[in-house]
């Protein structure tokens, strides 16, 4: 009470108050799905139909083999990092305003971060308590993103 009566007769200074700083606007979890997906059906499954019919010749082969479907993940990972890299955005984020950014500037991430980004996803993913924690965290950021030094925004 003594601190609103101080501030009505103006006993208190203006600058004792917080400024506001401007929040990031993190990127919603369901926004980050819908770009993820948006990315598997536009990047994965025609470079998945490429190597399984152009390159392996049949379903039975590309089933069989450890290599070819490995070489479909480098694949997938190779064209996100340069999505990321070069613009900050893969066709998914791009559908949705999201970027991905450098929790430090703010900017897209360097390749170095884009590349270390993605290793970390495959574990994160695999070990699928990297993604959940994200449900759990005011700014929706994953282990992948708190260990690269990177989040997704929404403009």
Same mark, same amino acid.
């Given at each position: 009470m003594g601190r609103w009566r101080d501030i009505k007769q103006g006993k208190t200074?203006?600058?004792?108050?917080?400024? *506001?700083? $401007?929040?990031? $606007?993190y990127a919603s979890i369901p926004a980050k799905i819908k770009a993820f997906l948006t990315d598997m059906f536009m990047i994965m499954m025609p470079t998945a139909y490429i190597v399984t019919y152009l390159?392996? !010749?049949?379903?039975? *082969?590309?089933?069989?083999?450890?290599?070819?479907?490995?070489?479909? !993940?480098?694949? &997938? !990972?190779?064209?996100?990092?340069? &999505?990321?890299?070069?613009? !900050?955005q893969s066709p998914g984020y791009k559908a949705y305003d999201l970027y991905l950014v450098d929790a430090k500037t703010l900017k897209k991430p360097s390749c170095l971060k884009a590349i270390l980004r993605y290793i970390l996803f495959i574990i994160s993913a695999t070990f699928i308590i990297g993604e959940i924690m994200a449900f759990f965290r005011k700014d929706k950021r994953t282990l992948h993103d708190l260990l690269s030094g990177t989040f997704v925004i929404q403009k």
């Open positions: 200074h203006q600058n004792s108050q917080k400024e *506001s700083t $401007p929040s990031i $606007p390159i392996m !010749g049949s379903k039975e *082969s590309m089933q069989g083999s450890l290599v070819a479907r490995s070489s479909l !993940g480098v694949i &997938f !990972g190779i064209i996100m990092i340069a &999505f990321w890299c070069i613009k !900050g």
